[in-house]
């Protein structure tokens, strides 16, 4: 079981910035480093996406097309928090923002939690 909670959402001016944050608590047998984090977001009335990932190590990042250059995505094991630093914001980055935890097993089945997300809106 991971529980996630983001954080830092709210209302900027287009070009504008916003860092979203999500808080880790891991209480099975695996560590926070055991698992790659992602931040999907989601729109009125549009599915949801992936925004960024990062790997369990920080060793690796990726970002949606159209949100590279930037946004960027990190992660403080030590702490288990992952960051999502937005900059240069535009209004069809008004989303609902949420925080994912991924884990594959043994048998390559995927294991997914989510927070609740944090909304994040840009306006003028």
């Known amino acids: 079981q991971v529980q996630l909670v983001e954080a830092g959402g709210g209302l900027v001016q287009p070009g504008g910035s916003l860092r979203l944050s999500c808080s880790a608590t891991?209480?099975?047998?695996?560590?926070?480093?055991?698992?790659?984090m992602n931040w999907y977001r989601q729109g009125p009335g549009k599915e949801r996406e992936l925004v960024a990932s990062i790997t369990a190590s920080g060793g690796s990042t990726n970002y949606a097309d159209s949100v590279k250059g930037r946004f960027t995505i990190s992660r403080d094991n030590a702490k288990n928090t992952v960051n999502l630093q937005m900059n240069s914001l535009r209004t069809e980055d008004s989303a609902v923002y949420y925080c994912?935890?991924?884990?594959?097993?043994?048998?390559?089945?995927?294991?997914?939690?989510w927070g609740q997300g944090t909304q994040v809106t840009v306006s003028s």
């Open positions: 994912n935890a991924q884990r594959t097993t043994r048998a390559l089945i995927l294991i997914n939690y």
């Open positions: 891991v209480i099975n047998g695996y560590t926070f480093r055991d698992y790659a």
